[in-house]
Every structure is written in structure tokens, then in C-alpha cells.
């Protein structure tokens, strides 16, 4: 992975963690209780319950992959960052922007499931 690449990645994480941090924001609301006074009608406060549940999922999945990007911008530095650890071949950028955590490539991690199945 050449310095340009890095650099363009490092835009490409900082980028993202600063939409992560958009959606968290407004998840936090959107998952805050409801309040016992809210004037709502009974299945209002049913459906206002279910959109809570929801919202607090998609929290948690957003609080990771921002932790992903993170880490994914922590170890940017490191020689051996973007490269399949399998076949020490670089990662596309889109794989790393799409899942921050991947270590291996695509046709790597297809082997690897391949193995696992014949098990
Ligand atoms: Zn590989």
C-alpha cells in the first residue's frame, strides 16, 4: 500500500467516523425513554417503544463500526496495514472502508469459509 493510498484512506476513515458520529448522536436521541408524561396514545406508545428497541440496535452496530474505524485508523501507520494476512497481498481500499476490521482478502476469506464448511 503506497503513502498515497494511505493517505486517501486515512481521509476516506476520518470521513466515515465523522458520519458515525453523526448517526450516533441522532440514535442516542432517537433511543432516549420515553417520557411517562408524553401525551401519546397507547399505541402511539407502543410504536414509539418498537422504534426505540430499533434505534438502540442500530446504536450499537454504529458505536462498533466506528470503533472498527478506529482501530482501523490507529493501525494505518503500521507497515503491515492493508495487506491479506494470508496471502500478503494489499486489501482494496472499498474492502477496507466497508468492513474496517478485515485482514484478509476476498479470495483469502472465500478459501478460508470453504475449509470451514468441508469440516
Ligand atoms: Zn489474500
Redesign the pocket.
Known amino acids: 500500500m503506497t503513502n498515497e493510498d494511505k493517505a486517501h484512506l486515512k481521509k476516506l476513515l476520518e470521513q466515515e467516523i465523522a458520519a458515525a458520529d453523526q448517526t450516533i448522536e441522532r440514535l442516542k436521541e432517537a433511543s432516549q425513554a420515553v417520557a411517562p408524561d408524553n401525551a401519546l396514545g397507547r399505541l402511539t406508545r407502543m410504536e414509539t417503544m418498537g422504534d426505540q428497541q430499533m434505534s438502540k440496535a442500530k446504536l450499537s452496530k454504529m458505536q462498533q463500526r466506528r470503533l472498527e474505524l478506529k482501530n482501523a485508523l490507529g493501525k494505518l501507520p503500521n507497515p503491515s496495514f492493508g495487506l ?1 494476512n ?2 500478503k ?1 494489499p486489501l482494496p481500499v472499498e474492502r477496507l472502508l466497508a468492513v474496517p476490521e478485515a485482514c ?2 476476498v ?2 476469506l472465500n478459501k478460508l469459509q470453504k475449509k470451514i464448511q468441508k469440516r
Do not use: T
Open positions: 491479506c494470508a496471502c497481498n484478509v482478502c479470495p483469502c
